[in-house]
């Protein structure tokens, strides 16, 4: 992934429907607070931060330490810990799924939002120690 640059504002003013375009909003500003930085466009992720991994295959490259992506059946948070890290907080955070390292939101609304902001403070707080995943190797370089 690449850091591309572009107007993070114009990209959220884009986005359909208009639930999805409030969820953002709302997932932008959680994700600003608990970076401690500004979002910044990897094509059509919304960023915070960025980090190189290396997979234990040899491939690796560059990706925000936390990011977001709002399509349109939901906001895909990616949490570079994997999810299996946030098994238990999960299990309140209410309406989800998950793929291995993706958390899908379909309503900010109807999730608790203090178990989400643990669960992206335990995730930042990981990458942003430089820590050992169970997929990847991370380094914060940014």
């Given at each position: ?26 997932l932008?500003?959680l994700?600003?607070?608990?970076s ?5 466009m990897?094509?059509?992720?919304i960023?915070?931060?960025s980090?190189?991994?290396r ?12 990011g ?22 999960l ?10 390292g993706?958390l899908?939101?379909?309503?900010v ?17 990981f ?6 995943g ?8 940014a």
């Open positions: 992934m690449k850091l591309t640059g572009g107007d993070v504002d114009a990209f959220l003013a884009k986005i359909t429907p208009a639930a999805r375009r409030r969820d953002a909003e709302i932008v500003d994700l600003r607070e608990v401690g930085q500004e979002p910044a990897w094509g059509t992720v960023g915070f931060g980090c190189h991994y997979y234990p295959t040899g491939t690796e490259g560059d990706s925000p330490v936390i977001l992506a709002p399509r349109k059946q939901a906001c895909t948070l990616y949490l570079l810990d994997g999810i299996a890290a946030h098994r238990d907080d299990a309140s955070l209410g309406p989800h799924s998950t793929g291995v993706c899908y939101l379909k309503d609304g109807a999730i608790d939002r203090e178990t989400l902001r643990r669960i992206l403070v335990r995730s930042h707080g990458v942003a120690a430089g820590g050992d169970e997929y990847a190797h991370l380094t914060v370089t």
